[in-house]
Structures are given as C-alpha cells and as structure tokens.
C-alpha cells in the first residue's frame, strides 16, 4: 500500500502540506511501514487537498478535501482496517470531472511523483526520445509531427511542424529551442500545472524538438510568479544530466544538447515570441518586426524555435502512439486534445483536458458541472485579455481554432473565466483594457496611447459618467488600435471590447442612458436600501464606515443615501436579507 | 570612480557578478539575483552593477523599471502579494484588496510603519480556480492562500503577525 499526497501550488494552497504532515505523523506514531509520496496537480482543484492510496493491487482509492482532522479516520479504516471509508471517496460529479476527460497532456499529472526521474521512467518515460535519437532522421521527426496535426498551443495553433522545420533549414553555427513558460494570460494554469506535475514530459519534447532541428541548447523561459515550477524544472533538469539525457552524448547518440531555465521578471509581452527573444538576452521585452522570424535570426540571431509548454508535452505522446493515433483526436484543421483552465463563476474549476471539436457546453456544463451557485450564466471570456467574451447563445460552439475565432474570441493558451449574471461586461471589458494598457510595451502609438483612451472612456462608462456616442467612439478606437499595432497585443486588446459591444451592447446602453448596472456591480449605479425585513439588529450600523444607517434597536434602519459610499458591508453582515442592491 | 566609492558595500553581488557579469544577456538574471539579496535595487546597487559590468546606467534603469518584477523602493520583512488575475476580478479581488489596505492602512505599493507588511498587486498567481488568492513571501518562503474572504484575509495577516 502507498500513500500519495496531491501538491500542485493549488493543492498546497488548499493544505496538502499539512495533511501530509498530518499522514506522516500518524503513520509514524502506528509504527505502519506504508510509502508516502507527492504528486502534481490531478486537475480537481475544487477537490483539494487529494489523497490516494493504491493498495497492494495498485487500485485507486481517491480522497478528496482531506483536512487533517479526517486523516486518522482514513488511516484506521483504510490502512490499518483496509476498509476504504467511502464518504470521503471521490463520487458522482466530482469523479466524472476526471473520467468524462481524455488526458494526453496531462497524462502523468497527479499520477507520478514529479521529482523522481524514476517513476517517469517506469511508466514509459524517454522511451521515445530513446527512439528517435536511435532510429529516426530529423526529416522523419518532423513528418511524424506534421501528421499529428499539432498546432501551437500557446494560442495561434499554428502547425508545430512548419515551425521546426523553418528552424532546421535555416544554418547558423548555434541553434535554440526555447520553451515559453511565460504564461501570462490571467485566468490560465495549464503550463504551471504541467511544469509543476509533469516537467519530464517537457524535456523529452524539447530534446526530439531540439533533435529534428539541430538545436545546440534549450531555455525554458519561465514566469518568476511559478516558484514550484521552476524548483521542479531544476529538479528534472539535475536529474536527466546525471541519467545522460542531459549534456554531453546525449543516449549515447553522440550529439550535445543540454537545456537550462530562466526566470522571466513579469511582463505579459514578453508571450510575443520576438519581445520573449529580446527579453532573454537580457533587453527590455519589446517586440520587433517579423520577418526575420525566429526560425530565420532568434536568439543571438541565430535560428530559434519557441514553443509553448502544452506543446512540447504532447511530443513524447505523438512519438509513442504515433501522428496518426494522434490526429484520431479532434477535427479537420484543429487536432489533439486541449487543456482548458476553468475558473470564474463555475461550479467545479479545474484543469479539463478534451479532444478538439467538442462543444463549450461539454466543457463547462457536463464536466465542470455548470454555474455556481445555481445562477445564470452568461457568458465565457476565451484567450485572456487577446480574447473575447462567448455570450450564453453561443454555448453549443464547437472548440476549434476557426469556429472559436469566428466569435470574434481566440482559444489563446486556454484560460476560460467562466460569468454569470452578477457579472458586469461592461467592467469585464474595463478590466481587460486596464490590463492591457498596463502591459503594452509603449512601442506603437496607438497601443500605448489608444489603450490607454479606451479605458478612459470605459472607467467613464462604469462611473456611471457615460455619453452618448461613446459606443462608437470605443469601436473606431478599436479599429486604429487593431490596424496600428505592431504585435499581437495590440492587435488583440480591443478584443474584450468589441465582442462585449457585440453581443451585450445593451449593457453599455443601460450604463450610458439609463445609468443603470443591471449585473449590479459598478459601484457608482447602484443604490443600497433597507427593506422591512429588517429586524433593527443594528449589526448593519455598526459595520457602516461613513455612519450612513440610522435606527433603533429593534426599530426599522434607514441608508442614507448621501453619506453611503456603496461599499456594501451592511448587505454582507446582514443575516435577515434586509439590505437590498439595485 | 563609483565602483571604489561603492566597494565593499556590495560583496554579497561578487560572487554572482564573477559569474554573469561578461556572460552576455545575464542583466535581468543578475537584477533578479540582487533583488534576492536586498528585497529592492537601490540606485547604488545599480551603480555597483553597472560599474563592474560596463551595462550603462540608464540601460539598467531601464530594464529595471519595464518588468513589474523589479522594486526601487525597500519592502517591509513579508510581501502581501495580492493577485490580480481575471478569476480573482470575478471573485471579488476589489473587496480584498479593501480589507488588506483597510486593515493594514497603507496602500498598494506601499509599506507599514513597523516594516512588517508591504502590499503589491500582482498579475496571475495562476491558483483561479481558488479565487481570490494571494501569496505573502516570510522568510519561512512563499505561501499562497485561496478562497479568501475580507474576513479569512485579515486573519491569516492577524496570525502571520502573531507568529513573529
């Protein structure tokens, strides 16, 4: 029997450690010999902390939101008692989260322990890389990689197998393979839980990538905010140099190629392949003009070739299984899986794993369960601040590259913010266009100056200070931005925009016309009232930073409505729903 | 000139100047390394820095202030780091972000008087789907807490506090 404990950031954010703690001590005070052992994120992040126990037979006996104080029960049942305690077992909805999945990328996560080389090992790991430095040419990895059908899955989808083979044409004494681990969407974790769960994956994709194209080295350009990611990355990296995978020689091919980290300092365009190149060499991360492209002058200008995360880990899958086996997932022109990163309003969020082509009712309803809370949902931002927001009407959408963009939103690197009907588009839009204007380079003018006069226009709108014909003034800045912009983040930062105009224009109406938030958020439109609900508790009153509610104990309150600044404290301490928000 | 006026005030940055200094495209690694050791880059460690590294002042200046990573200003002993990502927006991050200034009295950016607590709003911690979350960095490490409410968030500072 053995004992495996799920420690992603979010599982040791929820408490794994201290359950683990919790295990470790009271296996120790039983005196029980039983194996523990950590894992990456299985992708329940709802569920943690996870524990597993195999017994002897290796079944799987899952338990789920294990606090420490479950854990002696666990132990004298299951592993003293071997009787499995089923209230704590993973069931129903939870366990049909995993089990409606179909897990290529995200195969390993939360299964083996992701800093011992030797359980990547024993499931079959660098198996393929073993093959293809043996038996294949760079021109057949190549082809392999092209009848697999995988596109980039840092957001553009474009064939992984046009890019490598643009890198291995092109000569240079020096060559690289860079990872992008910058993953700087908000509302994306997909890399960070396949770094943080299964970094060996990675390697083997970089080392038959770096192979096909005669690559010299490897960087792995990885956000500074994934302190785990990084330490298991170094921790995978240390272990492949001494198993010879790694250096010199590599499986005795008689090629070198090693693979090093560095850490990126926060910048979100520096997922711009040209402002990641300028940023590794040290340089403010600004984008340039293409071409040259990477493949043609990258990194020290020499030939470069970057890919995402989600992209390497299917390599070493392809090379097992085969392209062929590989393009059996998804549809004409979007192939493989997809890992989606739900989270937002949504019941169960998580890490989903589909094949392509699936719908976003499949994602969000029948595996992540659907809207918490039982509310209505509303709608879906894809792609991050580049994407754009999928009203409800369009939840029957097919995920492919192409029908997603026709939306007008982008699958991007997968993130899915998930809305329901206290959510303000018209803020949501602000939001993103804060984001954006924070994270443009400054290079182009109308990046850097339109984003900024986008968001003045929309901070007006929420404050409730809204004009008639800003609508259109949003939708012709849209436009300029689009058209004067360099790189991918100002082509895409009026996205959130425009697909907000587009299909919930009559919120920016509500907003400018009748100065009214209808998802009841912008604080400057909404009203707070007392109803006769209210049993004159005084709780509201004291909780009232601008002395706005008056009454007497046991008498109805009364807000008054000059001194309420709308912080909306009273509506949360109130046990009686008296405190009433429109 | 400024490196004999500066030495001996940063021999902590030697060991990690011999090794990155003449590698090219090492600056950020070298800003990231410094700010390790000091918690900010003072205008004197950036001197220090370019003096032995030939990168001009201005250059470092500028790759300093363009990565939201890099600080100029001292921080207080724990880094309140409250995320800012899209799932935390949702989830109400504003309030949060209220009760933590609230409670502390200080503003994003800023430090306490005691030099306890600084606040920083910080873009994706990547942990969405426990938003709202924060990290504060001790010097135990870095420790990211989930689902947080304008209650739970001035506990866990309450009891940060009450542990030192």
Same mark, same amino acid.
């Given at each position: ?236 990296? *240390?272990?492949?140099?001494?198993? $010879?995978?790694? +250096?010199?020689? @590599?499986?005795?091919?008689? &090629? !070198?190629?090693? %693979? ?117 949902? *509303?709608?879906?931002?894809?792609? $991050?601040?580049? +994407?754009?927001? @999928?009203?409800?009407?369009? &939840? !029957?959408?097919? %995920? ?129 009232? @007392? ?52 | ?164």
């Amino acid at each position: 029997m053995r004992i495996v404990v799920g420690e992603g950031s979010c599982g040791i954010a929820s408490g794994a450690k201290k359950t683990q703690t919790e295990i470790e001590r009271l296996l120790a005070a039983s005196n029980l010999d039983v194996k523990t052992n950590v894992t990456g994120c299985v992708g329940t992040c709802f569920l943690e902390p996870i524990v597993d126990i195999y017994d002897d037979d290796n079944k799987l006996y899952r338990y789920v939101r294990v606090q420490p104080k479950m854990v002696e029960e666990i132990i004298s049942e299951h592993i003293i008692g071997n009787k499995p305690v089923e209230k704590y077992l993973i069931a129903g909805e939870d366990a049909s989260f995993i089990t409606k999945q179909t897990k290529i990328v995200l195969r390993n996560c939360g299964i083996i322990n992701p800093e011992d080389i030797e359980e990547y090992i024993a499931i079959g790991g660098y198996e393929s890389t073993k093959k293809v430095l043996k038996d294949l040419s760079q021109d057949e990895v190549i082809n392999e990689v092209k009848k697999s059908g995988l596109g980039g899955r840092g957001g553009a989808g474009f064939p992984t197998w046009f890019k490598w083979n643009a890198a291995k044409i092109n000569k240079g004494p020096e060559k690289y393979i860079v990872c992008n681990a910058d993953e700087g969407d908000p509302g994306a974790f997909m890399d960070r839980s396949v770094l943080e769960g299964d970094p060996h994956a990675v390697l083997e994709g970089m080392i038959i990538g770096g192979f096909a194209m005669g690559a010299t080295e490897g960087i792995i350009y990885c956000r500074a905010e994934y302190p785990l990611a990084i330490k298991r990355l170094e921790i995978a990296l *240390k272990q492949a140099r001494e198993k $010879g995978y790694l +250096g010199k020689n @590599i499986f005795g091919s008689g &090629i !070198d190629f090693d %693979i090093r980290i560095k850490a990126g300092a926060g910048a979100f365009v520096c997922g711009e392949e040209t402002a990641l190149i300028a940023s590794l060499e040290g340089e403010r991360g600004m984008p340039r003009l293409k071409p040259p492209f990477p493949a043609q002058k990258g990194y020290w200008q020499e030939p470069t070739n970057i890919n995402n995360v989600e992209t390497y880990a299917n390599i070493s899958w392809i090379f097992e299984h085969g392209g062929d086996e590989y393009a059996k997932y998804g549809v004409e022109g979007s192939r493989g899986t997809k890992v989606f990163a739900l989270a937002g309003k949504i019941k169960h969020g998580g890490l989903v794993e589909v094949p392509m082509g699936c719908t976003l009712r499949d994602v969000i309803f029948d595996i992540a369960g659907g809207i918490k809370n039982d509310k209505e949902f *509303k709608g879906v931002q894809m792609g $991050g601040p580049s +994407g754009g927001c @999928i009203p409800a009407e369009l &939840i !029957d959408t097919p %995920i492919t590259y192409k029908t997603i963009t026709e939306t007008g939103a982008i699958i991007g690197s997968g993130g899915m913010v998930v809305m329901d009907e206290d959510t303000c588009m018209v803020d949501m839009a602000r939001f993103f266009l804060d984001f954006t204007r924070k994270e443009s380079c400054g290079k182009c003018t109308y990046c850097r100056v339109g984003t900024k006069r986008m968001l003045e226009i929309l901070e007006r709108i929420t404050q409730g200070e809204g004009k008639d014909g800003d609508i259109e003034l949003l939708l012709e800045l849209a436009e300029k931005i689009k058209a004067g912009s360099m790189c991918g983040l100002g082509q895409t930062a009026p996205n959130p925009v425009l697909t907000t105009i587009k299909y919930f224009r009559n919120e920016y109406e509500d907003h400018i016309y009748k100065k009214k938030c209808t998802a009841r958020t912008c604080k400057a439109l909404i009203t707070y009232t @007392i109803n006769d609900n209210c049993t004159g508790c005084t709780l509201c009153t004291r909780s009232c930073p601008t002395d706005a509610i008056t009454g007497t104990l046991k008498g109805q309150h009364t807000i008054n409505q000059d001194l309420c600044i709308q912080c909306g404290r009273c509506e949360e301490v109130c046990n009686f729903n008296a405190i009433i928000r429109e | 000139m400024e490196e004999k006026c500066l030495q001996g005030q940063f021999k902590e940055l030697d060991p990690i100047l011999d090794k990155y200094a003449k590698v090219p495209g090492s600056l950020i690694t070298i800003l990231q390394q410094a700010q390790e050791i000091y918690g900010y880059l003072s205008i004197d460690a950036i001197n220090y820095i370019s003096a032995i590294t030939d990168i001009r002042v201005a250059k470092i200046y500028g790759v300093a202030t363009f990565y939201t990573q890099f600080r100029l200003e001292p921080i207080g002993e724990n880094l309140i780091m409250l995320c800012q990502g899209t799932a935390c927006h949702v989830n109400g991050s504003e309030s949060i972000e209220e009760a933590v200034c609230e409670y502390l009295g200080i503003q994003d950016g800023e430090t306490t008087e005691d030099n306890f607590f600084t606040i920083n709003n910080v873009a994706c911690l990547g942990c969405c789907s426990l938003a709202p979350v924060m990290m504060i960095k001790t010097a135990d490490g870095d420790e990211t807490y989930g689902n947080l409410t304008k209650v739970s968030v001035v506990k866990i500072l309450k009891e940060i506090k009450s542990r030192a």
